[in-house]
C-alpha cells in the first residue's frame, strides 16, 4: 500500500481540467439511463480515480444515485484488504458501496474466467439495486494494449479500433437491459496517478500486474519501454474508432429498417443482406439474438454463411451458434436452433433457454412442469400449451441498436 504525497499548485491545475473532462463525460452518459449509476472499483489506482473523479464532481443527489461495487475474486488474499480499502473511501465520501465474492473452481482459476464471473456479479447486483449503467475506469493505456493484443491475434480493422466508450455489459442473459461505460478512456494512466498524488489519495498495485506470464503484463511492459508507441496507437485507434461508429451507425439502421423480431423470438429479414464485414458483424449479432447466447459466432464459417445469404433465392437453410436460418416465401427467417435446447430446463428457473421470461409457470401435482421446445423455433411449451412468457429477443435488438448508434461520447451529444 502506498501513500501519495502532496503535489504542487501546478498539479492541482491539471486536477481541475481532468475533473471538468470527467463530469462533462458523465453528464452525458447519464443521460443514457434513468436508473442509478454503479462505478466497479477494485482498489487500484485507475478505478480509485474514477471514484475520486466522481467524488470530486458529483452532488448530494449524484451520490444518492450511485453505488460502488468491488468483487473479490477469491485469487488474491491482499483482495480483501483493497475491499475493506474501497469500503472506507467511499464511508467517507457518503456512497454506497458493496463487496461482491467470486469462488473460483480448479477449472475457472483463470483472468478470462474472473472477468466473466465479475460481470456476472455485477449484472446481477445492479438489477437488483436499480442500476442501469456500470461505469469501470479503463484508461488510454488499455485501449492501446488492446489494440497489440488484438493485431498479434490477427484481429480486423474493426477490433483494433478498440474499446467503445458506451456498450452492453458483456454477459446475458444477466447483463440483460444493463450498459457499461468508460469515461476515462482518452486518460493516459500516468495522469490519473498524478491526479491521485495531487489529491493525496493512496491505492494498491496488483502484483499480477506485474507478472509477464499474462499477456497484458508484457504488452504493458512494451508499451512502457516504447514512450511514442502509445500516442501512434491513440492517432490510429482515432481513426479507426469514426470509421467503427460510422460502421456502427450503418448497421444500426438496417436492424431498425430491415429486422423485425416476433413474440416468439424468431426474427424475420426482409432486405437484402448487407455485403463484407457488415453482414458478417450482422449475423453474428443476430445469432445471439436468437440463440440467446452471450458469446458471438466467430471465423471462417461465419463469413462463409454471410457471404452465402447475398443470394437468398438458392439458399438452401443452416444452423450457427445455436441459431437456426432458414427461407420461407422469399424471406430469410432465423430462430432457434431446437436441436441445441436443454430439454430438461424447467420454469423453476424464470428464464427460459436465455430467450423468455416465464411469467407464470404452469404446475400439476404440485410439481413445475418441464419446458418442451416447438420443433421448429424452440418456444416454452407444455403438453402443446405454450407459458406465459417474454422474449427477451425484442428488447435485446434494441438494446444493442442503441449502443451502435451511441457508443461515443461524441455520438451521444448528437441528436442522429
Not at 492541482?12 to 473532462?21: I, Q, Y
Not at 495531487?198 to 512494451?222: H, M
Request: hydrophobic share 40%.
Amino acid at each position: 500500500q502506498r501513500t501519495m504525497p502532496q503535489e504542487s499548485v501546478s498539479f492541482l491545475s491539471v486536477s481541475k481540467a481532468l475533473e471538468a473532462r470527467f463530469a462533462a463525460s458523465i453528464a452525458t452518459l447519464r443521460q443514457t439511463v434513468s436508473e442509478k449509476l454503479a462505478l466497479a472499483v477494485s482498489g487500484g489506482g485507475d478505478s480509485i480515480a474514477l471514484l475520486q473523479l466522481l467524488h470530486q464532481t458529483a452532488s448530494n443527489n449524484e451520490r444518492d444515485r450511485t453505488v460502488v461495487y468491488t468483487v473479490d475474486h477469491g485469487l488474491r488474499e491482499e483482495a480483501k484488504a483493497e475491499a475493506r480499502m474501497v469500503g472506507t473511501l467511499c464511508d467517507e465520501y457518503g456512497i454506497a458501496q458493496r463487496t461482491m465474492h467470486w469462488t473460483p473452481d480448479q477449472t475457472r482459476r483463470t483472468q478470462a474466467a474472473a472477468r466473466h464471473g465479475r460481470f456476472e456479479l455485477l449484472a446481477d447486483a445492479a438489477r437488483k439495486d436499480g442500476v442501469g449503467l456500470v461505469l469501470t475506469g479503463h484508461t488510454k493505456d488499455d485501449d492501446a494494449e488492446t489494440f497489440l493484443i488484438r493485431a498479434r491475434a490477427g484481429s480486423s480493422w474493426y477490433g483494433l479500433a478498440g474499446m467503445q466508450e458506451l456498450g452492453l455489459l458483456p454477459v446475458w442473459p444477466e447483463g440483460r437491459g444493463l450498459k457499461i461505460g468508460h469515461p476515462l478512456l482518452q486518460t493516459p494512466r500516468s495522469e490519473l496517478r498524478d491526479y491521485l498524488q495531487a489529491r493525496d489519495v493512496q491505492w494498491i498495485d496488483d502484483p499480477s500486474n506485474d507478472n509477464p506470464q499474462f499477456e497484458r503484463v508484457r504488452v504493458r511492459q512494451l508499451l512502457k519501454q516504447s514512450p511514442d508507441l502509445m500516442e501512434r496507437i491513440a492517432r490510429i485507434q482515432s481513426k479507426l474508432k469514426r470509421l467503427r461508429h460510422a460502421d456502427d451507425r450503418r448497421l444500426a439502421q438496417w436492424f431498425e429498417h430491415s429486422v423485425e423480431v416476433f413474440d416468439d423470438g424468431t426474427v424475420l429479414i426482409d432486405a437484402d443482406w448487407p455485403k463484407g464485414e457488415l453482414g458478417a458483424r450482422a449475423l453474428s449479432w443476430l445469432c445471439q439474438i436468437a440463440s440467446g447466447r452471450d458469446v458471438p459466432p466467430r471465423g471462417d464459417e461465419l463469413r462463409r454463411l454471410s457471404d452465402r445469404l447475398q443470394d437468398i433465392g438458392v439458399f438452401p437453410g443452416a444452423t450457427l451458434g445455436g441459431a437456426r436460418l432458414w427461407k420461407r416465401r422469399g424471406a430469410l427467417w432465423m430462430g432457434r436452433d431446437p436441436g441445441d435446447i436443454d430439454l430438461a430446463e424447467s420454469t423453476e428457473n424464470p428464464l427460459w433457454d436465455n430467450r423468455f421470461e416465464v411469467a407464470r409457470p404452469l404446475q400439476i401435482g404440485g410439481s413445475v412442469m418441464e419446458l418442451q421446445p416447438n420443433a421448429r423455433i424452440g418456444v416454452p411449451q407444455a403438453d402443446g400449451m405454450r407459458l406465459a412468457a417474454k422474449s427477451l429477443a425484442r428488447e435485446r435488438l434494441a438494446s444493442l441498436c442503441f449502443v451502435l448508434k451511441k457508443a461515443s461520447i461524441a455520438d451521444l451529444t448528437s441528436n442522429s
